[in-house]
């Protein structure tokens, strides 16, 4: 199972520069932390703080990384309630383009 600190290296990789979101983001992984994207300004900044986001991505770190690895489906993962989206929608739809 991959740490905070791993999964975190792995979106700084994948957001780069600019990924286009222009948007902030967290990814709440509950009690094993989370993850913000500021992708309001470039370059874009990944963290573990808590600060507030466009959108926030509650999935549990197994979760996040069957997605990231392509073993689970955003939509299927949505539906079966083993992610859970708040805030602005459009934001976890873009995040399709950073993950494929």
């Given at each position: ?21 222009d ?6 992984f509950?009690d ?69």
């Open positions: 199972m991959a740490t905070l600190e791993e999964i975190t290296e792995g979106m700084r990789a994948r957001i780069g520069e600019d990924c286009g979101l948007a902030t983001l967290k990814f709440d509950g094993e932390g989370m993850i913000h994207v500021d992708a309001d300004t470039v370059p874009n900044v990944v963290s573990n703080e808590d600060k507030d986001a466009d959108c926030t991505i509650k999935i549990s770190t197994d979760n996040f990384m069957a997605l990231v690895e392509g073993d689970l489906d955003p939509t299927t993962a949505f539906m079966m309630g083993k992610l859970k989206i708040e805030g602005n929608m459009g934001i976890a739809m873009k995040l399709q383009s950073v993950f494929s």
